[in-house]
Nanobody, 116 residues
Framework: QVQLVESGGGLVQAGGSLRLSCAASGSISNINAMGWYRQAPGKQRELVAEIAATGSTNYADSVKGRFTISRDNAKNTVYLQMSSLKPEDTAVYYC??????????WGQGTQVTVSS
């Protein structure tokens, strides 16, 4: 089955940038969609961004204009470029894959902490 490994999390000041990477064990070309979720303490897990096999993207309103999701099929990797980070972006970020209609595969998560 598909294995997903996130990297790139860390501590950053408000206004700074981070790029998260998600490496998949197999080709992502046949995956219906790849996405990034996040979960802050005491809050529900939320979809931050997703990218379909067609290349179309969707973003949560809270990150639109600041975050960019992209895919490199040759490297079987999906990225989340995060800019103009805010303290409220602090969360554990999870990479996920939706081969059919469910988000079936998940990474272990990477912590992003934004200081004010």
């Amino acid at each position: 089955q598909v294995q997903l490994v996130e990297s790139g999390g860390g501590l950053v000041q408000a206004g700074g940038s981070l790029r998260l990477s998600c490496a998949a064990s197999g080709s992502i070309s046949n995956i219906n969609a790849m996405g990034w979720y996040r979960q802050a303490p005491g809050k529900q897990r939320e979809l931050v961004a997703e990218i379909a096999a067609t290349g179309s993207t969707n973003y949560a309103d809270s990150v639109k204009g600041r975050f960019t999701i992209s895919r490199d099929n040759a490297k079987n990797t999906v990225y989340l470029q995060m800019s103009s980070l805010k303290p409220e972006d602090t969360a554990v970020y999870y990479c996920a894959a939706r081969p059919l209609y469910e988000w079936h595969y998940w990474g272990q998560g990477t912590q992003v902490t934004v200081s004010s």
